[in-house]
């Protein structure tokens, strides 16, 4: 078997053309890249170049090998930058907004998963109907239901957010025209959602209104009304179950927003990738 350094010291000559060459790029004297040389050519039983008296070109045998080995030098540099990236110890504090259903109900459960990998890294999580402001460092990293239209982000969509009517069962037996609702305050009345559950209700009644997305799920859990809610949230709570519905949801895409600067850090390039890989494992989020 062939010395693997005797083959890519052949590689470099192959590519300079010259021993000169060779030694200036690989910093070794010209003595040592002849010996790597004779050494391969001694191993494969091949003559590789010809030893003129100013240059060292190429026999035919030399070519066909070098075709073989051209991507050789590439294969090199990635080898050496993985084991560079590996080297680096993602550490630090990194924020991230999100909205309160996808923080608590897939991000927050797989933190420990991150935390093993990774243990000096730091995840501060801001759940939060508002956009965060990236370019004030509200957070480092946003994932967002509205596409974000700053043109210096850098943006990625990653996965939807489905909607459901639900409520318990014995509120499902109530007739539908007997219906109460559990919706946001009319702050939030822009939200698709909210539209939504107005659509629905028509003239019947919303009876408990809070900003907050789990208050309104306890309320529904304790019969107080129907509630909209991501799937995510609706479809793993035992106590409550979908109602029917005469109109399709609504159906949100989720963006991932960071700044390219911010992107470059091992650390921030760590938590987007685990972010993708949440939403990718929640059924109720992938697109």
Known sequence: ??????LYFFTVLARTQSLSGAARELQV???TVGRRIDALEKTLGLRLVDRLPRSRPLTD????LARLTGTMENIAKDVNQLSRMASIEVEGTVRVSAPPSMAIYCIAPRIAVLREAHPKLNVVLLPSLSVAALDKGEADIALRTVRP????LVRRKIGVVKFALYGTAEFSTRPPQQWSFIGYDQNRDHLPQQQWLHQLRRHRPIVFSSSDLTSQQMAARFGVGAVVLPTTVGDNDTLLQRLPVDSEPPIRDIWMAVYPDLRRS?????VM???VECIQQEPHLRN
């Open 149 to 152: 239209d700053e043109s210096a």
């Open 273 to 275: 990738e685990f972010l």
């Open 266 to 270: 091992p650390s921030v390039k760590t």
């Open 1 to 6: 078997m062939f010395d693997w350094q005797d």
């Open 61 to 64: 045998e030399g070519r066909a």
């Open 29 to 31: 004297e010209h003595a």
